[in-house]
């Protein structure tokens, strides 16, 4: 595709619930980033994968959080027995080239997680 | 480490009027400074970027900005305010080395509304 796609765009889980979350880079980009985006805040870092390592998870909040790049494309970000505060919109973001404070990160849509 | 303030929640100007959306950053290295728009129900999409080739950015749409390293500042501008322009936009900074490589660093937003 032309650009990056999640899925699914809307998600609603009840409380204790697990939920995986899907992201779709632009073919080719080596940089996959995750952010997570509160209601009435700017993107928070999550993790980020270079190709299919997992170079950076200091931003994931608790041990419910985990990502996997297995191929070095796709990505899953799965939240493990969901709790309110997990509510939020959760963004990919791949970049060409690897990670470097010059390279532009291209963004889906996110996909919005309500929890119950 | 980094991090970015935007000043006012809320920005509303008049169609054809000066937009000025303010942006502050903290950076303990020399920063790569970052202007994105966010349409509803879209992800975010890059308006300019800062990488010291020039202080003064051009981006899409019209917009522009300043790196003023004096101020710390990145104000983003517009000579004349379109109804297209309302959106949410965002500040945000990266650098390009240490630990924190790659991870963008986001202001809280600020929801511009043009009036007709």
């Known amino acids: 595709g032309a650009g990056v796609s999640q899925s699914p765009r809307y998600k609603v889980a009840k409380r204790g619930q697990d939920v995986a979350l899907r992201c779709d880079p632009i073919?080719?980009?080596?940089?996959l980033f995750w952010y997570q985006q509160a209601l009435g805040q700017g993107p928070e870092f999550l993790t980020y994968?270079?190709?299919?390592?997992?170079?950076?998870k200091s931003g994931l909040p608790s041990d419910r959080f985990f990502a996997e790049r297995p191929e070095g494309s796709v990505s899953t970000l799965k939240i493990q027995r969901t709790q309110q505060e997990d509510s939020a919109v959760y963004l990919c973001?791949?970049?060409?080239?690897?990670?470097?404070?010059?390279?532009?990160?291209?963004f889906g849509p996110g996909t919005r997680l309500t929890v119950l | 480490a980094q991090s970015v303030t935007q000043l006012g929640s809320h920005v509303s100007v008049s169609e054809g009027a000066l937009v000025l959306l303010r942006c502050n950053y903290s950076?303990?290295?020399?920063?790569?400074l970052f202007w994105y728009v966010q349409y509803p129900n879209q992800g975010l999409q890059l308006l300019l970027k800062?990488?010291?080739?020039?202080?003064l950015v051009k981006g899409i749409n019209g917009f522009e900005a300043e790196f003023k390293k004096s101020e710390t500042s990145f104000h983003l501008t517009k000579p004349s305010a379109h109804m297209s322009d309302a959106a949410e936009y965002f500040c945000?900074?990266?650098?390009?080395?240490?630990?924190?490589?790659?991870?963008?660093?986001f202001g809280r937003g600020t929801q511009l509304t043009v009036w007709p």
């Open positions: 973001a791949s970049s060409y080239r690897v990670a470097g404070g010059i390279n532009t990160q291209y």
């Open positions: 073919s080719g980009h080596v940089s």
């Open positions: 994968f270079q190709n299919e390592a997992q170079l950076d």
């Open positions: 950076s303990s290295v020399p920063p790569y």
């Open positions: 800062y990488t010291s080739a020039a202080t």
């Open positions: 945000a900074v990266s650098v390009g080395r240490g630990s924190t490589l790659g991870r963008l660093y």
